[in-house]
T-cell receptor, first 114, second 109 residues
């Protein structure tokens, strides 16, 4: 069975460019989470969706970040314009039945902004 | 005060040793508790849930102390393959799950 799929796995871009990260959750899961992980701040929740509806986006750093979930099998996290401090590993995770249930993580996207 | 606090380590232990990690949480209303494991440059994966009465899974034992607001993870007979970062995870209301920064374990031959 396919797990959570993320693309791209690595992204190197220059400051000011737009970056789009993609996620396909596990089929049937009704919760989707976006996290950012850095050495300094650990794993931070950015936003999560339930049945494609954003529930809590209070972790989104600023207006440069936006996330969408147009259907149950696809979500995007967009950064525009990107800055060097956005460099991190971005994980997508999904869960079934509730935000406090086991979350299954994708392999992550390692983003470097030069 | 952070919502979830862990000693970052590293804990360096020889194979076969017993090692324990603690984690404290600030929200007394938290109801769900987990330990996740994260290998270097990999995604976090669930190791075990933590139940009020404590629970065991093979060499791993998890305990919850609600009065003192901490959870613990005990690993017996450490293996080289146990080397990883262990993340304490706690439910924190609307913010779903909050992950601690992790405790790094290095098991040495």
């Amino acid at each position: 069975d396919a797990g959570v799929i993320q693309s791209p796995r690595h992204e190197v871009t220059e400051m000011g460019q737009e970056v789009t990260l993609r996620c396909k959750p596990i089929s049937g899961h009704d919760y989707l989470f976006w996290y950012r992980q850095t050495m300094m701040r650990g794993l931070e929740l950015l936003i999560y969706f339930n049945n494609n509806v954003p529930i809590d986006d209070s972790g989104m750093p600023e207006d440069r970040f936006s996330a969408k979930m147009p259907n149950a099998s696809f979500s995007t996290l967009k950064i525009q314009p990107s800055e060097p401090r956005d460099s991190a590993v971005y994980f997508c995770a999904s869960s079934l039945g509730g935000p406090y249930n086991e979350q299954f993580f994708g392999p992550g996207t390692r983003l470097t902004v030069l | 005060r952070k919502e979830v606090e862990q000693d970052p380590g590293p804990f360096n232990v020889p194979e076969g040793a017993t090692v324990a990690f603690n984690c404290t949480y600030s929200n007394s209303a938290s109801q769900s508790f987990f330990w996740y494991r994260q290998d270097c440059r990999k995604e976090p994966k669930l190791l075990m849930s933590v139940y009020s009465s404590g629970n065991e899974d093979g060499r791993f034992t998890a305990q919850l102390n609600r009065a003192s607001q901490y959870i613990s993870l005990l690993i017996r007979d450490s293996k080289l393959s146990d080397s990883a970062t262990y993340l304490c995870v706690v439910s924190t209301g609307r913010r779903a799950l909050t992950f601690g920064s992790g405790t790094r374990l290095q098991v040495q031959p």
